[in-house]
């Protein structure tokens, strides 16, 4: 299977202020003359939103926030709506008991009925929630304006955001801090949560797992998302832009597979990182627990792979055509296995899954060999 992200640009990197063209004006003007309050577009009553069961509610998830002053609502940019989404806001957070699990299903909702718009001519929640598709700008002024509906505190972040391969759009790109409790919130980007763009062919794909991008780690957004308030970084020693523009790009296969964050930013901001080749082939199959963090193995050397088995397809690793499956790896419970592994051949090594329906065998990880 090719790069999971390689060809597929990380998620566009909408334009933040780059967008105001002709038409963005004319709207804007309409909007802050008319008077008269717009309700809810009738398209509110479609197939998702009659559904009995509500799937956006949560219970009981044990979660971090981070401390933050808020801001005032002059500290950030948000276009103005003439829509009142108390109805729908509260149709999506019902039965939830906090803030964060209103945050949460609010994200969720956004994740899995908004979709990016790739003729980039949407950045407003009105239109937002209209055409159910828009840019960085409107799924975050769309959260924002959810998110007010049901007395939740956010706050609108313009920046800038690095691709996986390394490309800053300077036209910028938008994401959230949303309050969980006084004073502390948590950072998300529900553009990126809800999926890709073929920048090539503009083309939409929607992300299975959403959650990579809900309530960050700052460490981890900070590798990726620039923001142009330094209060927005929330990390010990905060980051210039030039380093940001130094570091290497990260693949969010790294955190969906659940290697250590903060291990991964710390080498990062060291600058002694250099990672293998990851594929989207294991996504939800399995978790990572350890693995060589270098992309060339030496002949001879012997490294350890450590991980938790989430399907009931096989692994194994392989030097060339040498392959090891789990059975021959040690059995240390609760699904997980491990390999002290010993380099033989020059080549490369891999870790791969076997096919669902056939008898290939599909890359996860592939080193070098020296």
């Not at 044990?62 to 801001?71: F, S, V």
């Not at 008991?97 to 979709?115: P, S, V």
């Not at 502390?184 to 890709?196: E, K, N, R, S």
């Amino acid at each position: 299977m090719a790069l999971f992200l390689m060809g597929v640009a990380l998620l566009w990197i909408c334009d933040y202020w780059g967008l105001l063209d002709d038409g963005y004006s004319e709207y804007s003007e309409e909007v802050q003359t008319e008077k008269k309050e717009v309700n809810l577009p009738p398209n509110f009553d479609n197939d998702t939103e009659l559904e009995d069961d509500n799937d956006f509610r949560i219970v009981n998830e044990a979660y971090i926030d981070y401390y933050k002053e808020p801001k005032g609502e002059d500290g950030f940019y948000c276009s103005p709506t003439h829509y009142n989404y108390t109805d729908v806001a509260a149709y999506i957070t019902s039965g939830c008991e906090d803030d964060y699990q209103r945050i949460r299903a609010i994200y969720q909702w956004l994740c899995e009925n908004i979709e990016y718009d790739t003729s980039y001519s949407i950045y407003t929640a009105d239109r937002c929630y209209d055409a159910k598709k828009g840019v960085c700008q409107a799924y975050s002024e769309l959260f924002y304006q959810l998110a007010k509906a049901v007395g939740v505190k956010v706050e609108v972040i313009g920046g800038k955001a690095k691709t996986y391969y390394g490309g800053v759009n300077l036209s910028g790109h938008a994401w959230l801090f949303a309050y969980t409790r006084e004073n502390h919130g948590i950072l998300l980007d529900p553009t990126w949560g809800a999926g890709y763009v073929d920048m090539g062919k503009r083309i939409f794909t929607r992300r299975e797992n959403c959650w990579i991008w809900f309530n960050v780690n700052p460490e981890w957004m900070i590798l990726s998302h620039f923001p142009d308030d330094e209060s927005y970084q929330l990390i010990k020693n905060p980051m210039s832009y030039e380093e940001f523009l130094s570091l290497i790009p990260i693949s969010d296969l790294w955190i969906e597979y659940g290697l250590d964050g903060h291990k991964l930013y710390k080498k990062i901001r060291e600058k002694d990182l250099r990672m293998p080749i990851f594929y989207g082939s294991g996504e939800g199959k399995l978790d990572i627990i350890d693995m060589p963090l270098r992309d060339v193995l030496r002949i001879g050397d012997t490294y350890t792979f450590r991980i938790r088995k989430k399907t009931t397809r096989d692994f194994a690793i392989h030097n060339n055509m040498g392959f090891v499956k789990l059975e021959k790896w040690k059995s240390e419970g609760d699904s997980v296995y491990s390999i002290d592994y010993v380099v033989s051949e020059a080549g490369n090594v891999k870790l791969s899954i076997q096919g669902e329906t056939d008898d290939m065998w599909h890359n996860i990880i592939e080193y070098q060999v020296k």
